[in-house]
């Protein structure tokens, strides 16, 4: 904080010193410091991390610096400038290295198998670090750190022979586990290419990869031509994946007829990088034609088909189809539609007055036998019935009664 406070006080300095001199004005002074971002890179070949030189504007492309990073203080090589990102939190470069920080780092470089020596003998005693592979151990520039990288197939609990290494080794130590490509680019070595991997030679991250890949550019899908030495599928088959896709899109599918310079044939293979196919004429065998002598024979019979129908094109003016006016398709619809309009406008003219319906009352209604049926004039007419008979069954019971006195 001090040192921040020291180095903001002597900036206003010099520019009230250029201002008093009057080398400098009052609208040449910037608003906020400009922040200069460097690419620094902590492996030979790894990926490139973002810092601001702003404290040191003559460091150029090739210094060693030390920088915070989450791991701790490291030391990384810049390998060049670039614009600064505004949304990014971007972290200062702490100092330039000095030379005895390069002879500690060349010096504990060499004590790295060393360590992973120990930690192989270490991880032998215990039995639950059978299928665990130590690759390699790396110390920062000071030695105060040293991290084992380790593959395994499973997640696996660190925390039994992390103790047992920290007391054997001074420096903090710390166990990261990669995965196989990772692996493979540490080891090095050649590829079935017969060159040097291109994980550990020119590969700063792996790019996804998957089988459609292999399927687009046409490579045959046993393994052991499509998987690398980690045992993934190679890295080379992103390489040329996009020019497969744009060529097979200007060049016919596979088993599409199509029209040749010998003959009308169908089309049994697709030839990206010869921007061509292989088309089987029958008897005269099969040809590789080039995608400029192809006829999409398809296409054109569409066409014709499309020809042939009446015309939809809609304006006042002549049609492309060449039909005369009145027997295109679009003359037909707008007669249609402007007979419907005039029998419309002819209807909304009709000056006659329409007298309103009256409503007629539901007495009426009933009288006439035009009244609907509700279900409330149902149970009356349930109840009247039933009275009626009731009236009925007395008068009956009545006669019987003076019959029999």
């Known amino acids: 904080m001090l040192l921040k406070m020291f180095l903001i006080i002597t900036f206003v300095v010099k520019i009230m010193c250029f201002i008093v001199k009057g080398k400098l004005t009052m609208a040449d002074i910037p608003v906020e410091q400009i922040k200069h971002v460097a ?20 460091l150029k492309a090739g210094d060693f ?16 400038f670039i614009e600064p990102d505004a949304d990014r939190d971007i972290r200062e470069i702490l100092r330039p290295a000095t030379p005895r920080d390069l002879v500690l780092q060349q010096y504990w470089v060499e004590k790295q198998p060393e360590a992973l020596v120990v930690c192989r003998e270490t991880a032998a005693d215990m039995r639950y670090f059978d299928d665990v592979k130590f690759v390699e151990a790396q110390y920062n520039y000071d030695g105060s750190v040293v991290t084992f990288l380790f593959s395994a197939e499973q997640k696996v609990d660190t925390t039994t022979i992390q103790k047992r290494l920290q007391r054997k080794i001074e420096a903090k130590v710390e166990l990261r586990q990669i995965g196989p490509r990772d692996v493979a680019k540490l080891l090095g070595g050649f590829g079935a290419c017969g060159e040097t991997r291109c994980c550990s030679t020119f590969l700063t991250d792996f790019s996804p990869i998957s089988i459609k890949m292999a399927k687009a550019q046409g490579i045959s899908l046993n393994p052991s031509e499509i998987t690398g030495m980690c045992g993934r599928l190679r890295c080379c088959l992103v390489y040329e994946y996009e020019q497969y896709v744009e060529a097979r899109k ?54 014709a088909e499309k020809a042939q129908q009446p015309c939809d094109k809609h304006g006042d003016g002549a049609c492309e189809c060449g039909k ?10 707008a007669a249609k539609r402007k007979d419907a309009s005039s029998d419309k406008s002819a209807s909304d003219t009709d000056d006659t007055p329409k007298k309103p319906k009256r409503r007629r009352s ?35 019971k009545d006669t019987n009664n003076k019959t029999d006195s």
């Open 39 to 58: 690419g620094v890179r902590f492996q030979k070949i790894g990926k490139l991390y973002h810092f601001d030189y702003s404290r040191f504007p003559e």
């Open 65 to 80: 610096v030390i920088v915070e990073t989450l791991r701790g203080r490291q030391m990384g090589q810049i390998m060049g």
């Open 250 to 303: 200007q060049l016919p599918r596979r088993n599409k007829r199509v029209g040749t310079p010998f003959g009308e044939g169908r089309v049994i293979d697709v030839l990206p990088l010869q921007d061509a196919v292989m088309v089987d004429l029958g008897e005269t065998g099969r040809k590789t034609v080039m995608r400029e002598e192809i006829t999409p024979l398809e296409e054109f019979r569409r066409l």
């Open 324 to 333: 005369p006016a009145g027997q295109r398709q679009a003359d037909i619809v």
């Open 362 to 396: 539901r007495r009426s209604q009933e009288k006439d036998g035009t009244a609907p049926k509700s279900n409330q004039s149902r149970r009356r007419r349930s109840k009247r019935r039933g009275r009626s008979g009731d009236n009925k069954n007395n008068t009956n």
